[in-house]
């Protein structure tokens, strides 16, 4: 009997990895019902991180009410189960949060992502694991850093917390920049958050002058560990602030799933995500579920809602390499969920797994 490993990244703005996942396991039920399929949500740290821990730990959900990018107060969600807290930081402090007009990385905050670093130690949750994805911030986690102090500090000062002292911090990001400088968080990722070049510049700046001096008052510097960059710098704070260990977030979210035992018995597998292209095989999450499957010589199959640069994707090791879509299909109607969910769906109800 094949067996048949599902592991879809979610179409930004369109399905859920769950949704994506959930419309190839229909078709496959339809074409080849005998297969066991085994699914599988993923997350590399951004949208869909919180979800996709769920459907590994289990656990509870957990509201809080946090301050948004932009002060306002908001529901919030993580994850507990155990004394483990799973934190999406975009709950908080996501680009999501806010309209175009409202993108401002100047004056947006990570506070809200600090208000729920401290609920979870208030619950005894003893590690905390962040995906740094999809932020609206860039900051350097000095918002999130402040919410803390003001929860735990009693004159006021980092110094003074002593609530994190056995709290171990696991941060997942697949965003290997430093804080400053040209492949830094402001440069690299400011602007489409709605910086300018000015700001690009200033926020720069304002970057430098803060890992300045936290490292003379630390003794030690963090700024250009891998990560650091991530998320408007919020990786950088974790790393300086709170000692935290960094992990690319697929790989973090396979191993939690024992993705290599599931791999030994597998016949297949299927990966995805909203658009492929070279990119992709620059550590975005289809490569690092092709990474492992490879070593195990299942093959790799990729499907997505825009393709380019098939053959450079074919010459990676993805086996075949799919576009969802039917040609004829105008945009506006290829992104509606229900028409993605359609399409995927009968991608494999057709029995694609015979043809070439």
């Not at 949500?41 to 459907?55: H, I, M, N, Y």
């Not at 208000?115 to 979870?120: G, M, S, Y």
């Not at 550590?283 to 997505?304: D, E, M, N, S, Y």
């Not at 086996?319 to 969920?337: H, M, Q, S, Y």
Request: proline residues 4%; charged residues 25%.
């Amino acid at each position: 009997m094949k067996k048949i490993i599902i592991a879809i990244d979610s179409l930004k703005g369109c399905l859920t990895s769950n949704e994506a996942n959930r419309a190839a396991a229909d078709g496959f039920a339809l074409s080849m019902p005998e297969a066991e399929v085994v699914s599988i949500p993923v997350s590399d740290g951004g949208e869909g991180w919180l979800e996709a821990f769920k459907g590994v730990l289990g656990g509870e959900v957990v509201d809080v009410n946090v301050k948004d990018p932009m002060m306002r107060t908001i529901m919030a969600q993580y994850l507990v189960k155990d004394d483990t807290a799973v934190i999406e930081i975009a709950k908080a402090s996501g680009l999501t949060l806010l309209t175009a007009e409202e993108r401002n990385p100047m004056v947006a905050t990570s506070y809200g992502t600090g208000q729920l670093v401290v609920d979870a130690v208030r619950r005894g949750c003893r590690h905390i694991i962040v995906g740094l994805g999809g932020s609206a911030t860039s900051d350097c986690g000095i918002g999130m850093l402040r919410a803390i102090i003001d929860a735990f500090a009693r004159h006021g000062s980092w110094d003074d917390v002593r609530e994190l002292s056995h709290v171990h911090f696991t941060i997942a990001t697949d965003v290997t920049n430093p804080l400053c400088g040209e492949k830094g968080a402001a440069h690299v990722f400011a602007p489409q958050k709605g910086a300018t070049q000015e700001q690009v510049l200033a926020l720069d700046a304002r970057a430098r002058r803060f890992a300045e001096v936290s490292s003379r008052h630390m003794g030690y510097d963090r700024q250009d560990m891998p990560g650091a960059g991530a998320a408007g710098g919020l990786g950088y704070a974790f790393l300086q602030y709170m000692n935290a260990e960094c992990r690319s977030g697929i790989d973090l979210l396979l191993d939690s799933v024992h993705f290599d035992t599931l791999l030994q018995d597998a016949s297949l597998v299927i990966t995805g995500e909203g658009s492929a292209d070279r990119q992709t095989l620059m550590g975005k999450l289809p490569f690092g579920i092709l990474q492992r499957a490879k070593k195990h010589h299942v093959p790799t199959w990729l499907i997505a809602g825009r393709i380019s640069d098939r053959e450079a994707l074919r010459d990676a090791g993805f086996e075949r390499v799919e576009c969802i879509n039917p040609p004829d299909v105008p945009l506006d109607e290829a992104v509606k969920p229900e028409t993605a969910k359609r399409h995927i769906r009968e991608l494999f109800r057709v029995g694609l797994y015979l043809t070439e």
